[in-house]
């Protein structure tokens, strides 16, 4: 087989989604379907604009938060605390028993602290002069 290599910054959709495919079934193949299931939760305000919101997905009894993000006027109100309560519990609806997040802010990483994530691994220097945090916990 004669093969080039590509390096890019502007893939292709296409590329994308037949990487997504083909790495989905061999996952599948190897440990089971991961029953992938995008999560959001959205807060709203009164004309409907997003305020506040929670979005991941669960998988392989997971629950992911990739985003969460609180408006500044909002911030400081437990809507952080809120959203997650929301996402869990739609996380153990479909059946997840734990949740993982991340962050390199050290006030977010408190704040999911007091929701009962624990720290299990850190990454120096991401972004510089920052840790990226990584937290899990275990669901109800």
């Known amino acids: 087989m004669n093969t080039t ?3 890019t ?3 292709l959709p296409a590329d994308l989604a037949f990487l997504a495919e083909q790495l989905t079934a061999f996952n599948d193949g190897d440990v089971g379907a991961s029953e992938r299931k995008a999560l959001a939760v ?5 004309n409907g604009a997003v305020v506040a919101g929670i979005s991941g ?5 997971w629950l992911y938060v990739q985003w969460l993000w609180v408006d500044e006027r909002l911030r400081g109100q437990h809507m952080a605390g809120r959203m997650l309560d929301a996402a ?3 996380a153990i609806s479909r059946g997840c028993s734990n949740a993982w997040i991340d962050t390199f802010n050290p006030n ?5 602290q007091r929701q009962g994530y624990q720290s299990f691994g850190t990454l120096a220097d991401f ?3 920052r840790s990226r945090i990584f937290l ?3 669901l109800a």
């Open 88 to 90: 869990e519990q739609e």
């Open 136 to 138: 899990q916990k275990r």
């Open 108 to 112: 977010a990483a408190k704040v999911y």
């Open 127 to 129: 972004p510089v002069g």
């Open 57 to 61: 997905y669960t998988a392989w009894g």
């Open 42 to 46: 959205f807060v709203r305000d009164e």
């Open 5 to 7: 290599l590509e390096t």
């Open 9 to 11: 910054a502007n893939p």
